[in-house]
């Protein structure tokens, strides 16, 4: 990308970010304490895992995982955990835990193609069981969008069946989130694992047969 030569030179506040050592060792600190709460998540889920008999795609493989680290989403870094995780051409069942800096946490029910069909069904058969639970389904165009606001993502409560039904019946993929607060007890008090494996178990009622 250019910038116009006025751009290019820092002001005094950036020389004093880029010249600040300790800035940098205390983000390399907190991505190694996020790692490690992602990695303890995994480890929950894939205990629950074993625990559930659940509707997955043909070809799952339980053993499939990945943490990832980047630097630039919407300009801001993230770490994620995709686990349980199947991606196979358009067939896609994910659970992606993303600590988005700057944004917020992000459980997400990532589901496209496979089972898809079944899902929504129990989605209008145990609506209720899923309620009030913290979760919200994207209205976005895109699995991928992450922001929360008006116009991305709807709460799933009580009195909203037939609108959430309405935009599930068009929909070959839908994404299903909680967001967390990142100054929220969650994090300062190290519950990540917890929490994530409380909103998985919160979407069984989709899941099991």
Known sequence: MAFPSHDRSLAPAELTLVADRDLFRAK?????????????????????????TLLLPPDFEPGKVQCVKGERLENCPYQYLDYPKHFLVEDKFTFRSL?????????????EGGRVKQYKKNFVDRFHQLAGQGLELSLAPTLWEWKRGEGYPLPITHDRKAQLAAVLSGRSWFKIARFVPLDSPVMSEGRLPELGRDTFRSLLPLLTP
């Open 28 to 52: 390399e600190r907190i991505i190694l304490k996020v790692r490690d709460l992602l990695t303890g998540l995994q480890r929950g889920l894939q205990e629950d895992l074993g625990q559930s």
């Open 99 to 111: 600590c988005w800096w700057g944004h917020h946490l992000v459980f997400a029910l990532i589901v």
